[in-house]
């Protein structure tokens, strides 16, 4: 058995401000840098633990802050999904735009926001990289990255849970533990 660590990144002022954002390199605010100092050692991790980001500034700060300067990979697959034309607005200033009506009712998730990306291409490259590591490495794996990102790897993991891509989206520096048997999630835990 080995697991899978999903962690979402901490504040940022794309979060406060409640604006789309994905391909932006924010930091994190003060709050964020101190919710990671006040979680710091709080995760129970075995001594076999590998540890990874999505490269983003934000998932970079938040692995430091919550674990010191340690080695670690960049899986830029598991980062956030490009808004395009959407990216650094809130709702309020995307509500009236045609292309964000249309992204909105879309259920397919093959709408692909102009400049951006559409949900089915974000979800599949996350899906592949999950894969790839279950299929092929050994390790325990710490991974620091994105809302969207995680509720797309527990919606293909799990997906007769019940619960939608939203409801799997995690609380800044929290997420999931994914327990695999082999290549195949077998269960998971919130962290």
């Known amino acids: 058995m080995k697991t899978l ?11 406060v401000r409640r604006l789309y954002y994905g391909a932006t390199d924010l930091p994190l605010t003060e709050s964020g840098r101190a919710l990671c ?10 001594e076999n633990v590998s540890f990874a980001t999505s490269g983003m500034l934000r998932a970079e700060e ?7 300067d340690i080695p670690h990979e960049i899986l ?14 809130s709702y309020d200033q ?18 692909k926001i102009p400049g951006g990306e559409s949900s089915r291409e974000v979800a599949d490259r996350v899906s592949r990289c999950v894969r790839h590591w279950a299929e ?12 969207g990102a995680i509720g797309c790897a527990m919606s293909a993991c799990f997906p007769d849970s019940g619960k939608t891509f939203f ?13 695999f048997e082999g290549a195949r999630p077998a269960s998971y835990r919130a962290i």
């Open 94 to 111: 995307l509500k009236d735009l045609p292309s964000y009506q249309a992204w909105l009712s879309d259920t397919s998730g093959n709408y």
């Open 37 to 46: 100092r006040t979680l710091r050692g709080s995760y129970d991790l075995p």
């Open 76 to 89: 830029r697959e598991m980062r956030e999904m490009e808004m395009g034309e959407f990216e650094m607005k």
């Open 136 to 147: 092929n490495r050994q390790d325990n794996l710490f991974v620091v990255c994105h809302g």
């Open 62 to 68: 938040t692995l430091k802050l919550l674990f010191g």
């Open 167 to 179: 409801d799997w989206i995690p609380q800044s520096c929290h997420g999931y533990a994914i327990d």
């Open 5 to 15: 660590y999903l962690i979402r990144h901490s504040i940022t002022e794309g979060n």
